[in-house]
């Protein structure tokens, strides 16, 4: 046990903390084996999970976010909006605790989190992400936000079920792989992008290499060939940065017969339009955007941190992208709503919609020709 975590057990011990009690020697005729199970696993979520309290709300499956603001409460998201915890943990309840709480969570994740480095984002062992802000940035106290992963990707199966998307919706996007189609996944955040895009690798034929640069490594489609490249941040000396864009260009470099974006957020932009415009079939990004329509002010603003022009970035989407998937949340949960297609209209880009899912059934818009057309597709998928 390092020093750091046995000054915290002693501190525990003052303050009549009963795990802390045991490790200090309590009497073992008064210890029962279902006591000590249950003391070896609060000193597991104390010294290396996120704790008695979040620890297993991050282990629920249904789960995707737990954010804590300060000391005003918990909040999980399981796909239908946010929802308030209740607990009784002390721990949560003082602004100083809560503060060590995040501290040691950066340091698991290898970062640094104080006054000097007040915002930090970082990645557990485990997948689990994190993002925490101290005060007095964060007004209410120490904010801590951990995204999930799922342990097992979806299949696109499971998400006909959930009602993501219906058998006509799945028929197009699954037409999508097998054509080798350049695909862009549009949509807010948490309204199951990355999910989405993990069932489709998973579609990917096993002869084929697939290589996804991420900022953090969170798709893990269930495939036998897939990599993954992440960036790496600058050092406190401000240097060994390793951008998106670096790997963009790495990875073309490393024979990949899918080439998959995690997020495009950035000047990669650039990189990565020019990569599908040269050859390499059946890339994918994600996007933040509200609607598939906004994905091209979107690209023409990430465009512009790159330096390009809006007509070029017009003329490279246009040529590069086959299709935008807009996925959002719902109140019944997480669905495809429509799906739109890329042109260039004189200097600027236009998103045209292709199709919208409407209950088990599609209303095809005025580009769905032209999609179905690259799909191999009937015109007659209803």
Same mark, same amino acid.
């Given at each position: 046990?390092?020093? &750091?975590?046995?000054?915290? %057990?002693? !501190?525990?011990?003052?303050?009549?903390?009963?795990?802390?009690?045991?490790?200090?020697? !309590?009497?073992?005729?008064?210890?029962?084996?279902?006591?000590?199970?249950?003391? +070896?696993?609060?000193?597991?979520?104390?010294?290396?999970?996120? +704790?008695?309290?979040?620890?297993?709300?991050?282990?629920?499956?249904?789960?995707?976010?737990?954010?804590?603001?300060?000391?005003?409460?918990?909040?999980? /998201?399981?796909?239908?909006?946010?929802?308030?915890?209740?607990?009784?943990?002390?721990?949560?309840?003082?602004?100083?605790?809560?503060?060590?709480?995040?501290?040691?969570?950066?340091?698991?994740?290898?970062?640094?989190?104080?006054?000097?480095?007040?915002?930090?984002?970082?990645?557990?062992?485990?997948?689990?992400?994190?993002? &925490?802000?101290?005060?007095?940035?964060?007004?209410?106290?120490?904010?801590?936000?951990?995204?999930?992963?799922?342990?097992?990707?979806?299949?696109?199966?499971?998400?006909?079920?959930? $009602?993501?998307?219906? $058998? *006509?919706?799945?028929?197009?996007?699954?037409?999508?792989?097998?054509?080798?189609?350049?695909?862009?996944?549009?949509? *807010?955040?948490?309204?199951?992008?990355?999910?989405?895009? !993990? &069932?489709?690798?998973?579609?990917?034929?096993?002869?084929?290499?697939?290589?996804?640069?991420?900022?953090?490594?969170?798709?893990?489609?269930?495939?036998?060939?897939?990599?993954?490249?992440?960036?790496?941040?600058?050092?406190?000396? $401000?240097? +060994?940065?390793?951008?998106?864009?670096?790997?963009?260009?790495? *990875?073309? #470099?490393? #024979?990949?017969?899918?080439?998959?974006?995690?997020?495009?957020?950035?000047?990669? %932009?650039?990189?990565?339009? &020019?990569?599908?415009?040269?050859?390499?079939?059946?890339?994918?990004?994600?996007?933040?955007?509200?609607?598939?329509? /906004?994905?091209?002010?979107?690209?023409?603003?990430? $465009?512009?941190? *790159?330096?390009? @022009?809006?007509? @070029?970035?017009?003329?490279?989407?246009?040529?590069?992208? /086959?299709? %935008?998937?807009?996925?959002?949340?719902?109140?019944?949960? #997480?669905?495809?709503?429509?799906?739109?297609?890329?042109?260039?209209?004189?200097?600027?880009? %236009?998103?045209?919609? !292709?199709?919208?899912?409407?209950?088990? +059934?599609? /209303?095809?818009?005025?580009?769905?020709?032209?999609?179905?057309?690259?799909?191999?597709?009937?015109?007659?998928?209803?």
């Amino acid at each position: 046990m390092s020093s &750091a975590a046995l000054q915290e %057990v002693r !501190a525990a011990v003052v303050g009549g903390d009963p795990v802390a009690s045991v490790l200090a020697g !309590a009497s073992p005729d008064a210890i029962s084996i279902a006591s000590v199970a249950s003391v +070896g696993q609060g000193i597991l979520q104390q010294l290396e999970g996120a +704790g008695p309290v979040l620890q297993p709300l991050l282990e629920d499956p249904l789960i995707t976010d737990v954010l804590v603001n300060g000391t005003e409460g918990i909040w999980i /998201d399981r796909g239908r909006g946010l929802e308030r915890v209740n607990h009784d943990s002390t721990e949560l309840v003082d602004p100083g605790e809560v503060r060590k709480l995040a501290v040691r969570l950066a340091a698991t994740c290898g970062q640094r989190l104080d006054d000097a480095s007040p915002i930090v984002d970082g990645t557990f062992p485990s997948g689990v992400r994190l993002h &925490a802000v101290l005060p007095p940035l964060a007004a209410e106290g120490t904010l801590i936000s951990l995204r999930t992963q799922r342990p097992v990707a979806l299949t696109i199966d499971d998400l006909e079920r959930s $009602g993501t998307v219906n $058998g *006509a919706m799945a028929q197009i996007v699954t037409a999508m792989i097998s054509a080798k189609a350049n695909v862009m996944i549009s949509g *807010a955040t948490g309204s199951g992008k990355t999910t989405l895009l !993990a &069932a489709l690798l998973g579609l990917v034929p096993v002869g084929e290499r697939i290589v996804v640069i991420e900022e953090s490594a969170e798709l893990h489609p269930t495939h036998p060939h897939c990599v993954h490249l992440q960036v790496r941040h600058a050092n406190v000396q $401000g240097t +060994g940065e390793v951008s998106m864009s670096d790997l963009v260009r790495a *990875a073309m #470099r490393m #024979r990949p017969d899918r080439l998959v974006l995690g997020e495009c957020r950035g000047a990669e %932009v650039r990189d990565v339009l &020019a990569a599908l415009n040269t050859g390499h079939e059946g890339g994918w990004a994600t996007i933040h955007a509200n609607t598939a329509q /906004d994905v091209p002010a979107r690209l023409v603003a990430l $465009g512009a941190l *790159a330096g390009m @022009t809006e007509e @070029t970035v017009a003329a490279q989407a246009a040529a590069a992208l /086959d299709a %935008v998937i807009h996925i959002k949340r719902t109140p019944e949960g #997480r669905r495809i709503d429509h799906i739109s297609v890329l042109s260039r209209v004189g200097r600027n880009l %236009v998103s045209t919609t !292709a199709v919208r899912m409407l209950g088990e +059934g599609l /209303d095809h818009g005025p580009a769905f020709e032209r999609l179905v057309g690259r799909l191999g597709l009937g015109s007659e998928t209803s």
